[in-house]
Nanobody, 126 residues
Framework: QVQLVESGGGLVQPGGSLRLSCAASGFPFSSYQMSWLRQAPGKDLEWVSTISPGGTSTWFGEAVEGRVTISRDNAKNTLDLQLSSLKPEDTAVYYC???????????????????WGQGTQVTVSS
């Protein structure tokens, strides 16, 4: 079955960096756009970034644009998110998600995704 497993979260000081990873299995990874989303306590789900199946196109939410990089390795079925210049407001649980359709994503709408990881906590605090 489809499985997404995130790793790499943790506690980081403001201004610091962190790299999140997502290992995918159970579906043709290279055929689907993949996304990162996040949810802070008491807040709605927020879309962070999406990458095209081949990795040639990327999109970012306004709150993180210029501070994050998304990448994928289709040979290894992995998805990464490099976070930098982190702010306390970046504190959230970060999820990787598989688009329901091949070119879906780019949204916080849950019904655009049909598989989610368990989430990894990122805490930005001094």
């Amino acid at each position: 079955q489809v499985q997404l497993v995130e790793s790499g979260g943790g506690l980081v000081q403001p201004g610091g960096s962190l790299r999140l990873s997502c290992a995918a299995s159970g579906f043709p990874f290279s055929s689907y756009q993949m996304s990162w989303l996040r949810q802070a306590p008491g807040k709605d789900l927020e879309w962070v970034s999406t990458i095209s199946p081949g990795g040639t196109s990327t999109w970012f939410g306004e709150a993180v644009e210029g501070r994050v990089t998304i990448s994928r390795d289709n040979a290894k079925n992995t998805l990464d998110l490099q976070l930098s210049s982190l702010k306390p407001e970046d504190t959230a649980v970060y999820y990787c998600a598989k688009s329901r359709t091949r070119f879906g994503g780019n949204t916080a709408r849950r019904d655009e995704y049909d598989a989610w990881g368990q989430g990894t906590q990122v805490t930005v605090s001094s």
